[in-house]
């Protein structure tokens, strides 16, 4: 793995744990397909939302690159980024359960956070999502060193 130099300890830390998190989720999970990501937003809505929250449409999409999610109250869809798939299950959920509220609250205000407050991992989702964009920023510049396990 390759690290930038100017990086502290705790940021190289960090990095790395995002990077293993990444990976382990692109072996050990196949992708969803729309169906299962309609089957799973339906779950979600009952778990947090009491069934509340019902899109009509709950899908994939490849046009997406800044945004992980989007949602369109007024048609009841939800459109996820291709980005998502293959990052661990609870990320995926984090996004589902962020664009199933905006079906209730539409905006990004204090009722919207206060939905969102029921999912247990939404500050560590959001972390990691925090993480993934970060890493796509960092500059790939000649000089950043290799780390290797000592052997």
């Given at each position: 793995?390759?690290?930038?130099?100017?990086?502290?300890?705790?940021?190289?830390?960090?990095?790395?744990?995002?990077?293993?998190?990444?990976?382990?989720a692109?072996e050990?999970?196949?992708?969803?397909?729309?169906?299962?990501?309609?089957?799973?937003?339906?779950?979600?809505?009952?778990?947090?939302?009491?069934?509340?929250?019902?899109?009509?449409?709950?899908?994939?999409?490849?046009?997406?690159?800044?945004?992980?999610?989007?949602?369109?109250?007024?048609?009841?869809?939800?459109?996820?980024?291709?980005?998502?798939?293959?990052?661990?299950?609870?990320?995926v959920?984090?996004?589902?359960?962020?664009?199933?509220?905006?079906?209730?609250?539409?905006?990004?205000?204090?009722?919207?956070?206060?939905?969102?407050?029921?999912?247990?991992?939404?500050?560590?989702?959001?972390?990691?999502?925090?993480?993934?964009?970060?890493?796509?920023?960092?500059?790939?510049?000649?000089?950043?060193?290799?780390?290797?396990?000592?052997?």
């Amino acid at each position: 793995m390759l690290i930038p130099a100017r990086m502290s300890e705790a940021e190289e830390q960090r990095w790395v744990n995002v990077m293993l998190d990444k990976l382990a989720a692109q072996e050990s999970k196949r992708a969803l397909g729309d169906a299962e990501l309609s089957e799973r937003a339906r779950r979600l809505s009952d778990q947090y939302f009491d069934g509340r929250a019902r899109p009509v449409s709950v899908r994939w999409v490849t046009n997406q690159n800044t945004r992980w999610g989007s949602c369109t109250p007024s048609e009841g869809s939800i459109r996820l980024s291709h980005r998502l798939q293959g990052m661990p299950e609870y990320v995926v959920d984090y996004v589902l359960v962020h664009e199933l509220a905006h079906l209730l609250v539409p905006g990004h205000g204090p009722r919207f956070w206060a939905l969102l407050e029921a999912y247990p991992r939404t500050e560590r989702a959001r972390g990691y999502l925090e993480g993934v964009v970060a890493a796509e920023r960092l500059p790939h510049v000649p000089g950043a060193r290799s780390e290797h396990p000592a052997g």
